[in-house]
């Protein structure tokens, strides 16, 4: 004779009280928890906090004469690439001109390659470069991020071609 089956989903109070009500709410809780956490990683692997797809950005002029690439989301303490493509005449200097929080979140640690002359312009700084044979010109800057929150920062042309971009620093 077979012995009579349990159902193990209703509530007993032997060998141990159990109230199946409430284990099935901690259960359902405990998937969404779940499901959390695989959607925070999925973000996390897309960039949402430092390098990848959601982070990576680039900015255009309205002319196609600038354009600048960076990372939306940094991390403070953390080292990036700003980079920066001008367009203008051959072998003639352009003046690019980086104002906003930029100098106010971010220490530069190297330009490259070294601009003609630097000076700066209230909170900003203005940079000439050499445009190459085809009148094209590219500024590497290395950031440290050395703040938390969100910089705005504008990267303009002396010619007036201009983008804004922001930036989000975590700590």
């Known amino acids: 004779m ?26 359902r809780f405990e998937r969404w928890g779940w499901y959390g956490l695989v959607v925070l990683m999925a973000l ?19 002319d196609g004469q ?24 051959a072998r ?22 070294q601009p003609l002359k630097a000076s700066t312009a209230g909170e900003g700084v203005k940079l000439w470069l050499l445009t190459d044979d085809d009148g094209h010109a590219v500024l590497y800057l290395t950031l440290r991020s050395d703040g938390v929150g969100s910089f705005d920062t504008q990267v303009a042309l002396a010619n007036g071609a201009s983008v804004r971009f922001s930036q989000f620093i975590y700590p």
């Open 44 to 62: 996390t692997l897309a960039g949402l906090f430092s390098k990848g797809p959601l982070s990576t950005a680039d900015v255009r002029s309205a």
């Open 2 to 27: 077979k012995p009579p089956a349990h159902n193990d989903l209703h509530s007993r109070s032997y060998p141990v009280n159990e109230d199946m009500t409430l284990q099935r709410k901690v259960w």
């Open 92 to 113: 003639e200097p352009l003046e690019v001109a980086l104002s906003g929080e930029l100098l106010r979140g971010f220490n530069v640690e190297m330009l490259q390659p």
């Open 66 to 89: 600038l354009r600048v690439e960076h990372q939306r989301f940094l991390r403070n303490g953390s080292s990036d690439v700003l980079v920066i493509h001008l367009r203008g005449k």
